[in-house]
């Protein structure tokens, strides 16, 4: 699976952007995913999980309130509110060969694919 994220740029404190993911099959849509994001000097981290079908979700603490993941036939996606300096991260998409309860993708490097990432900026 070949996974294409976009969507990220440069947006001030409290504005919005919202990041998109293709993936290469269609089987996809059989399959959780997620979105994780990687700061410069840190690790990567965990921000939004959801289930095959798109009826379950689970956020990381920091990002709840303030994003959405959602996904339909052909894409994914995280729409990102109310913006922070401190969600300045490479975002990249994944996808999980499986179905899983979704607390099991906060921790640790769960997923099986990634997308190559996409840039967010937040200037304070």
């Known amino acids: 699976v070949q996974l294409q994220a976009s969507g990220g740029g440069l947006v001030q404190t409290g504005g919005s952007l919202r990041l998109s993911c293709a993936a290469s099959e269609r089987t996809f849509s059989s399959y959780d995913m997620g979105w994780l994001r990687q700061a410069p000097g840190k690790e990567r981290e965990f921000v939004a999980a959801?289930?095959?079908?798109?009826?379950s979700t689970y956020y990381t603490d920091s990002v709840k309130g303030r994003f959405t993941i959602s996904r339909d036939n052909a894409k994914m996606y995280l729409q990102m509110n109310s913006l922070k300096p401190e969600d300045t991260a490479v975002y990249y998409c994944?996808?999980?060969?499986?179905?899983?309860?979704?607390?099991?993708?906060?921790?640790?490097?769960?997923?099986?694919?990634w997308g190559q990432g996409t840039q967010v900026t937040v200037s304070s």
């Open positions: 994944a996808v999980k060969r499986g179905r899983y309860r979704l607390s099991y993708y906060a921790t640790g490097d769960r997923y099986d694919y």
């Open positions: 959801i289930s095959w079908s798109g009826s």
